[in-house]
């Protein structure tokens, strides 16, 4: 089965850009998988779907700040000019036929 | 605009039954565009995903709960629902009922959350 492997935390500035990855292993370096933001206290929400050849579909309303990209095994979430508001919790996800599979979670904080 | 709304007891004692309902409002769940799931996360810790159900009643399980877990729906309601049984404190969690898409260009992601309710397995 896949294993999504997500840094625990990452720190960005306000109003720079940070790139988040989730690191597909287990033989599945090219699934595709779906980016989640968590803020505190919320549920998840979807940002977008990511292809293993780099491009993405995003979901109703999110901002043209993130962004998403791939590169073997990795994928990855940018985020420009970061806001406060984008201070959260991200999730990597991937599926196959029968079922899901979610990453540990990257606490991004907001400088 | 489409919603999801999870329902159910907030306290479940151990051993027994969580049940839990979602019930979708702006779509059909008979349009066979998306699946529907119950996705868990335990207080302090990341996402689960329990299983899904397609209109048609047919269910994927994961296999970790996979013999407690039930997952039916009900389409003349536009609901669908979980029962877990035989719980213990290490089913304590906030559940949410999502969607997934069955339709391109995001097909096969969960791309609608819903707002989660906290089950707390305690005597």
């Known amino acids: 089965q896949p294993v999504l492997t997500q840094s625990s935390s990452a720190y960005g500035s306000l109003g720079s850009s940070v790139k988040l990855t989730c690191s597909l292993t287990?033989?599945?370096?090219?699934?595709?998988i779906a980016w989640h933001q968590q803020q505190p206290g919320k549920a998840p929400r979807f940002l977008m779907k990511l292809e293993g050849s780099g491009s993405y579909n995003k979901g109703s309303g999110v901002p043209d700040r993130f962004s998403g990209s791939s590169s073997g095994a990795d994928r990855y979430l940018t985020i420009s000019n970061l806001q406060s508001e984008d201070e959260a919790d991200y999730y990597c996800?991937?599926?196959?036929?029968?079922?899901?599979?979610f990453g540990g979670g990257t606490k991004l904080t907001v400088l | 605009q489409v919603r999801l709304q999870e329902s159910g007891p907030g306290l479940v004692k151990p051993s027994e039954t969580l049940p839990l309902t979602c019930t979708v409002s702006?779509?059909?769940?008979?349009?066979?565009?998306?699946?529907w799931s119950w996705i868990r996360q335990p207080p302090g810790k990341g996402l689960e995903w329990i299983g899904d159900?397609?209109?048609?009643?047919?269910?994927a399980y994961n296999p970790s709960v996979k013999s407690r877990v039930t997952i039916s729906v009900d389409t003349s309601k536009n609901q669908f629902s979980l029962k877990l049984i035989s719980v213990t404190a290490a089913d304590t969690a906030v559940y949410y009922c999502a969607r997934v898409s069955h339709l391109s260009p995001v097909r096969g992601a969960t791309d609608l959350w819903g707002q989660g309710t906290l089950v707390t397995v305690s005597s």
């Open positions: 287990g033989g599945h370096t090219t699934y595709r």
């Open positions: 996800e991937t599926w196959d036929s029968n079922t899901h599979w």
């Open positions: 702006g779509d059909s769940i008979s349009s066979g565009d998306y699946y």
């Open positions: 159900i397609y209109y048609s009643g047919s269910s």
